[in-house]
């Protein structure tokens, strides 16, 4: 406790760490009076209704910021430049240039590519705020807009979305820690009083023992969150001695650390990505005047609002993608060559290809814990309802993990903060 006291007084007695946090709050605090601020036409009680009952919008809410709950000006959030950044990442699988720009141009190259993934965020706003405002039309939360009307709405929302990534942004150059991730954060915290009053207000003494176990499983979903966002498999790094002139330069070890999740949350967004599509078309095909189509999509519906169909699905899909994106962000070859190309070998294997091989074993049995990891945190809130029945005490598995590497993350760059400027 005495040296938490201690790195408190030495973060808040710093000028410079404390200008930069205070820069962080009112940053957050300016996103926050925006996703309250709704537009036009807003029926409050229908909006609440329908987000009480959809699992999948709920999930883009935590994604939005908490924006798109109330139909704010900033309804989209970051989730359009997450798409985008999700696609550019795809591209450089698929389009050698981007990956070269990529990993290769160094911050140059990576400044290019931050631009580009800005560029393709305004289009999927406009598509993606036509898609929300037509579906909360169609359910009633919004009144029949003219066309005028409609183009003002987009331009505002994706203005709005423009907006909150660029206080993002600055949240990350003249503040602590990850701009787009503290957003998020924020707008998960901020549901927190509206949570614990709807647990209050909904408490039964005859299921205490029911809290008691939520309570647990909450603590236990947070220690497993931490052991697996930080643990790491340390591979051994031997660097070869090179004969300069009359003497010896290099030598030594090391070691390359394969994290457990090297994905972060990004699967779970792209598994929500895939299974937001199918659910807002049929929402429209089930709305149409032909009764053949009508009654198709009312039965596809029907499927999908089963919920152990959809935690399967979802669960699947995290799955799947966290190998697909842990292949995108690490490549097995590109480490070899830059391992052979300083000098550097694993005691044991041969250089070039078998290190790749070697490398990529262990990154395939690491990626299977993340993934199976990951998975059940996103399912998590179904399983709770589904064994529980009670709504309110729904462990937002997704936001939790959000949460506590966000935290962790901050803590990490304040503590650096805190030694660079001992140094």
Do not use: C, H
Request: aromatic fraction near 10%.
């Amino acid at each position: 406790m005495k040296a938490f006291t201690q790195k408190l007084s030495l973060v808040f007695g710093d000028a410079f760490l404390r200008t930069r946090i205070l820069a962080t709050l009112g940053f957050l605090v300016i996103t926050r009076i925006l996703a309250v601020i709704p537009i036009p036409g807003v029926d409050p009680a229908r909006l609440q209704s329908l987000f009480s009952g959809n699992q999948l919008l709920s999930l883009l809410n935590v994604f939005s910021g908490g924006g798109l709950s109330s139909l704010s000006i900033i309804m989209l959030g970051v989730s359009p430049y997450i798409t985008a950044s999700i696609i550019m990442q795809l591209l450089t699988v698929m389009v050698p240039k981007i990956k070269a720009m990529y990993q290769e141009e160094g911050d140059a190259g990576r400044r290019r590519f931050a631009q580009y993934s800005r560029m393709l965020t305004v289009p999927l706003a406009l598509l993606q705020g036509y898609a929300f405002i037509t579906l909360f039309q169609k359910q009633g939360a919004l009144p029949p807009l003219s066309f005028t009307t409609l183009v003002v709405d987009l331009l505002i929302v994706t203005a709005g979305s423009l907006l909150v990534v660029w206080i993002g942004e600055l949240i990350s150059e003249y503040g602590v820690g990850n701009g787009i991730s503290l957003i998020i954060f924020a707008g998960i915290v901020s549901r927190l009083p509206a949570t614990i009053g709807q647990l209050f207000f909904t408490y039964d003494p005859s299921k205490l023992p029911i809290y008691i176990a939520a309570l647990v499983a909450i603590i236990l979903v947070i220690l497993g969150v931490v052991i697996v966002s930080e643990g790491e498999r340390p591979v051994p790094v031997t660097y070869a001695k090179q004969i300069r002139g009359q003497g010896t330069v290099g030598g030594g070890s090391t070691y390359l650390p394969l994290r457990v999740n090297q994905s972060g949350v990004m699967p779970i967004i792209f598994a929500l990505s895939i299974l937001l599509f199918p659910q807002v078309i049929l929402q429209f095909l089930a709305n149409s005047a032909s009764v053949s189509v009508k009654s198709f999509a009312t039965t596809l519906l029907g499927i999908w609002a089963n919920q152990w169909f959809y935690g399967a699905a979802y669960f699947i899909l995290v799955v799947a993608f966290t190998y697909v994106y842990t292949a995108i962000t690490f490549d097995p070859d590109q480490i070899s060559q830059n391992l052979q190309k300083s000098g550097a070998f694993i005691p044991g294997i041969r250089p070039g290809q078998p290190t790749a091989e070697y490398l990529s074993n262990i990154l395939t049995r690491l990626t299977l814990v993340g993934a199976l990891f990951l998975g059940g945190i996103a399912v998590l809130p179904l399983i709770v309802r589904g064994l529980t029945g009670i709504q309110s005490l729904a462990i937002g598995g997704t936001a939790l993990l959000i949460v506590v590497s966000v935290v962790i993350d901050l803590l990490k760059k304040i503590d650096a903060q805190v030694s660079a400027r001992e140094y």
